[in-house]
């Protein structure tokens, strides 16, 4: 059994972050979005996996290589060129990306799964597979009831009453929708399917190759299954997602590091003031970060490696990125921290309290250099 990974888009609904990061890299408790993918895929016995990769590549194939870490085949496709020794991004959409593997070197043999490398799922992959070999569909997608207010954000499918799918309409609005079910971007395909798709060009499976299936009446199913579905379609849903993982909220996702007080979890080398330190979890401090007297952490916070709370630093419900600092005057609620930026749960440039200037990157040399006293007064 054969996976095809989509990786090679652009993120621009979870920008800033993907300024830096491809957004399949982007960490949810510790690990790359992706990995979780991986790792679902693998307990499936499902072992050969493509991917392929367009922005930031080098980021994606360096961590997952090739994939025996996880006991799995992995292989990418980079779509785009070099130009002038920089690497130019030409994305060819969810479908073109896929007819250019099979045109390469025919690896989708048999029914093969696609997924978007942007969502972390617990789906049951094998009862979905059984269930599209007793269809007899050339092709079926994975559907799931959502929230009215939130159908704009995804494709909506109807369906009959032996599943069967009669509408598909790409990101509608609420007053059109024909249904409340969404495209959760994870599809099986029979090979044959992938000669619906043009050569050369850019080509979506939303918006236009699902519509020509159902065009030229082929046979095409919706598979509907309780599982969890946290799809980090934007920033708001990606610190959405981070709070509810460090809740518990799906299976088979753990905290790491070491449990040193009830739902306080700390990794390697941490240096905290833990008799003069407020802190109410779910909270986990990575290793090598320090955390000053009079600091105050309220969970659910997930604070990387490295990183820096100056005394009086306060902060809630938040995502600290690897090797942040905050100074002491620092106040952060609801809000992912990287870099030197910060945004609040919905995107937002962060207003601090404070007053400016209060986050930096932790491994400044010009601000370790005269100690933490010195850190304190460059603002």
Known sequence: MKAMILAAGKGTRVRPLTYDLPKPMIPVVGKPVMEYLVELLASHRIRDIMINVSHLPEAIESYFSDGRRWGVNIGYSFEGHIEDGEL????????????????FGGVFDDTFIVVCGDAIID???????????QSGNKASIVV????EERLPNYGVVGVDDSDRVVSFQEKPSIEEAQSDLANTGIYIFEPEIIDCIPSGTVYDIGAQLLPDLLGRKIPFGAVQLPFRWLDIGRLSDYWMINQQLMRGSIRGVHMPGTEVL???????????DWDRVLIEGPVYIGSNSRVEAGCVIQGPTWISHGCYLQGGAKISRSVLFKHTLMRSHAVVSDAVVFGERCVDKNGDPFDSESGHEWVADARDRALLAGGIGDMRDSR
């Open 88 to 103: 130019h991004a030409e994305p060819l959409g969810s479908a073109g990306g896929i007819k250019r593997i099979q045109e």
């Open 123 to 133: 789906l049951d992959l094998t009862e979905m597979l059984r269930r599209h070999w």
């Open 144 to 147: 799931k009831q959502v929230e």
């Open 262 to 272: 009830p739902q306080v979890w700390v990794g390697l080398n941490v240096d905290i």
